[in-house]
């Protein structure tokens, strides 16, 4: 065999290999995808720092603008609350603030799952798309989540529920929450349930991102939020799609024993619960939220009876908790004794230290 005879064997031997590289890498990418991490991440109050028409955001914007536009004043005196008052009134929420801020909540997020990240994220309390694409491209910039997912909805303050993915997005939608009218007063108008589609490989897995009434509402809003999450969800299902139902649910233990968990518990598998033996959790931490010298699981996940694709072993759900996101607190009970204990980081503005008075949770599921 002469020499160009041999280096074109060579060629041919190294184009196939690299095929075969190609090939096995593709199919790496295909099995990865098939694991898809996820995180639920209530960031208390992402904001950005211009007033939005027909909200009540008057809180958050830079002091010089509150100084200059007689509207804050005029909006702030309305508050009845005191707190409420002086920081809508005194809050000074610059561009400094606020990308300190994003940068805060990213480096929790770009942590997790080892430091990878999660491969779809579902956010609490953002104000609007223009501050979600902002934590994209500053807070987490070339980190592939490339799907920028928020639909407006009618709640006062203006904030949403809103998911990042790197999964490719087919279809999104919003779905209203009918509130009950109790005592001939109308309810508020409360945050929507953002449902998004995407593909993972040949299947397709339907997220269900809420935000429910707080505890400040009656119980009955909650339960409106429930029969609306369980309606859109089994339509989901019917159409042969992995459904995952995560958020900030606001419910207590005893409305998860109740009536909230009498409605979601006829379809949903809670998985929360399903990490709960005899009353002690078994989580990194004793729940995803602290008050008042208690702890709670507001955050919650929750997949389909009836679901036959997606695999998920609960003990994998678990709070997100990485030392950095804790501070230690003391808190004084009422026999006068102090407790101390590690309690979320909440976002300090002033100092531009802290991040959420929330803890994410992570998941990993399997198509």
Not at 147 to 169: F, H, N, Q, V, Y
Not at 223 to 248: F, H, N, P
Request: proline share 4%; with cysteine; aromatic share 8%.
């Amino acid at each position: 065999m002469n020499q160009r005879s041999n280096n074109v064997l060579k060629s041919i031997t190294l184009l196939g290999l690299s095929v075969m590289a190609f090939a096995a890498r593709a199919n790496d990418i295909e099995t990865a995808r098939s694991t898809i991490k996820v995180m639920e991440y209530n960031v208390e109050n992402l904001f950005d720092t211009v007033h939005d028409d027909g909200k009540e955001d008057w809180a958050y914007l830079p002091l010089s603008t509150k100084k200059s536009d007689p509207r804050v004043k005029a909006a702030c005196a309305k508050e009845t609350n005191p707190t409420f008052k002086r920081e809508c009134l005194e809050l000074d929420w610059s561009p400094k603030t606020l990308q300190s801020k994003i940068t805060n909540i990213a480096s929790v997020i770009t942590s997790s799952f080892g430091g990878t990240g999660p491969d779809v994220i579902i956010f609490e309390e953002v104000e609007n798309f223009a501050v979600l694409q902002d934590l994209q491209r500053n807070g987490l910039r070339n980190k592939g989540y490339n799907e920028i997912i928020l639909i407006e909805g009618p709640d006062s303050r203006g904030i949403d529920t809103a998911i990042l993915s790197k999964l490719p997005l087919e279809a999104t939608t919003s779905h209203r929450i009918a509130l009950p009218d109790l005592n001939g007063k109308e309810a508020h108008a409360t945050r929507d349930i953002l449902e998004a589609t995407f593909k993972v490989g040949s299947k397709k897995l339907t997220v269900f991102a809420n935000h429910w009434p707080s505890q400040g509402n009656p119980g009955a809003n909650r339960i409106a939020a429930a029969e609306t999450l369980v309606k859109y969800a089994r339509a989901a299902g019917a159409r042969g799609e992995s459904v995952l139902a995560m958020g900030d649910f606001n419910s207590l233990l005893e409305e998860i024993k109740g009536p909230i968990g009498e409605v979601l518990n006829k379809d949903f598998v809670d998985g929360v619960e399903e990490r709960v033996t005899n009353g002690t959790v078994k989580t990194t931490m004793p729940g995803s939220h602290w008050f008042r010298g208690g702890w709670s699981f507001l955050d919650r996940a929750y997949i389909l009876k009836t679901e036959t694709q997606m695999k998920i072993d609960w003990n994998d759900l678990d709070v997100y908790a990485p030392e950095f996101a804790l501070r230690v607190n003391e808190y004084r009970r009422r026999d006068g004794s102090i407790e101390k204990t590690f309690i979320p980081f909440r976002y300090n503005a002033e100092q531009g230290t802290g991040y959420s008075d929330h803890l994410p949770l992570t998941l990993t599921l399997s198509l």
